[in-house]
């Protein structure tokens, strides 16, 4: 295959980023914007167009050897759709592929972001050497892949290991997908800020109204993980609750798939031990004794 550089493409119900890559993975470049989904994808594929050519005004086109998207699921890797994510609820059967195509005329491939970074994981990161792993990213939303024999699992059209959609409380909240008690409904950043609201609504002191002035509209996963920190003891609470979820999906996942690792990513595992700990916590509880 000829061309020195990648492109790769992230896009998530928050931002989206662009990145300018040699063949041996070295980032020459990178950015990131606001997804904004509620503009409707027509605003945002122009956008992404406009960083791409950006990231790439460096170098030749013709030394590009394609462009590599990730993008929040469920999608058609083999068409290059994007279908119905909600995390993007804009943005529904988006030919992505086709339109990049269209505009840069060189190969473009397109995966779940999730499936991506498991096979990231397993080629270069926390799961090089394994045969089986499963990875979990927490973040705006809750995503997964799977890796088997080696392989990344594939569904007949749609990607697979939507974790986030697995049933953890049957009558949990409806999930930004209309299901109810799904993982992502009572896990995901998006959760977690959502239920550290809720309790400080519901008359529970916190020391995540001082972090954003009163002004609940502005808590984030990362106040309340930032609160937790602190000792504050409601924000703690949204944590265990949210760890306890993982773990519980967690289970469930090893007993299928009896993985060699479990790797949890994205931008809630920056909350550390904090997140890990209640999953440690739920898998010795309740997972088989040749499971743990």
């Given at each position: 295959?000829?061309g020195?550089?990648?492109?790769?493409?992230?896009?998530?119900?928050?931002?989206?980023?662009?990145?300018l890559?040699?063949?041996?993975?070295?980032?020459?470049?990178?950015s990131?914007?606001?997804?904004?989904?509620?503009?409707?994808?027509?605003?945002?594929i122009?956008?992404?167009?406009?960083?791409?050519?950006?990231?790439?005004?460096?170098?030749?086109?013709?030394?590009?050897?394609?462009?590599?998207?990730?993008?929040?699921?469920?999608?058609?890797?083999?068409?290059?759709?994007?279908?119905?994510?909600?995390?993007?609820?804009?943005?529904?059967?988006?030919?992505?592929?086709?339109?990049?195509?269209?505009?840069?005329?060189?190969?473009?491939?397109?995966?779940?972001?999730?499936?991506?970074?498991?096979?990231?994981?397993?080629?270069?990161?926390?799961?090089?050497?394994?045969?089986?792993?499963?990875?979990?990213?927490?973040?705006?939303?809750?995503?997964?892949?799977?890796?088997i024999?080696?392989?990344?699992?594939?569904?007949?059209?749609?990607?697979?290991?939507?974790?986030?959609?697995?049933?953890?409380?049957?009558?949990?909240?409806?999930?930004?997908?209309?299901?109810?008690?799904?993982?992502e409904?009572?896990?995901?950043?998006?959760?977690?800020?959502?239920?550290?609201?809720?309790?400080?609504?519901?008359?529970?002191?916190?020391?995540?109204?001082?972090?954003?002035?009163?002004?609940?509209?502005?808590?984030?996963?990362?106040?309340?993980?930032?609160?937790?920190?602190?000792?504050?003891?409601?924000?703690?609470?949204?944590?265990?609750?949210?760890?306890?979820?993982?773990?519980?999906?967690?289970?469930?996942?090893?007993?299928?798939?009896?993985?060699?690792?479990?790797?949890?990513?994205?931008?809630?595992?920056?909350?550390?031990?904090?997140?890990?700990?209640?999953?440690?916590?739920?898998?010795?509880?309740?997972?088989?004794?040749?499971?743990?």
């Amino acid at each position: 295959m000829n061309g020195l550089f990648v492109i790769a493409v992230d896009i998530g119900g928050t931002s989206f980023r662009v990145a300018l890559a040699d063949r041996e993975g070295r980032l020459l470049a990178r950015s990131a914007e606001p997804t904004r989904p509620q503009e409707g994808p027509g605003s945002g594929i122009q956008r992404l167009k406009d960083a791409i050519r950006k990231i790439a005004s460096s170098v030749s086109f013709k030394e590009i050897i394609g462009i590599a998207v990730g993008a929040a699921g469920p999608v058609n890797p083999q068409k290059g759709v994007i279908l119905t994510p909600p995390s993007l609820p804009t943005w529904r059967d988006v030919p992505l592929k086709e339109q990049l195509e269209e505009e840069f005329q060189i190969p473009i491939w397109m995966e779940n972001d999730a499936d991506l970074a498991a096979l990231g994981e397993h080629r270069f990161g926390a799961g090089r050497g394994c045969d089986r792993l499963i990875y979990i990213t927490v973040s705006t939303g809750i995503g997964g892949g799977i890796i088997i024999n080696g392989q990344l699992l594939r569904g007949s059209s749609v990607s697979v290991a939507e974790i986030g959609h697995m049933v953890v409380n049957p009558d949990g909240p409806v999930c930004n997908c209309g299901g109810r008690g799904h993982l992502e409904a009572v896990a995901s950043g998006t959760a977690i800020a959502r239920m550290a609201v809720e309790r400080i609504s519901q008359g529970q002191s916190s020391a995540i109204s001082r972090l954003v002035r009163g002004d609940l509209s502005m808590v984030t996963a990362e106040t309340v993980v930032e609160a937790a920190g602190q000792g504050d003891v409601t924000a703690q609470a949204v944590m265990q609750k949210a760890g306890t979820s993982l773990g519980i999906a967690v289970v469930s996942l090893i007993h299928i798939f009896d993985p060699e690792v479990v790797i949890i990513g994205g931008g809630v595992s920056n909350a550390g031990e904090l997140i890990l700990n209640p999953i440690r916590e739920v898998i010795t509880q309740r997972a088989m004794p040749d499971f743990k």
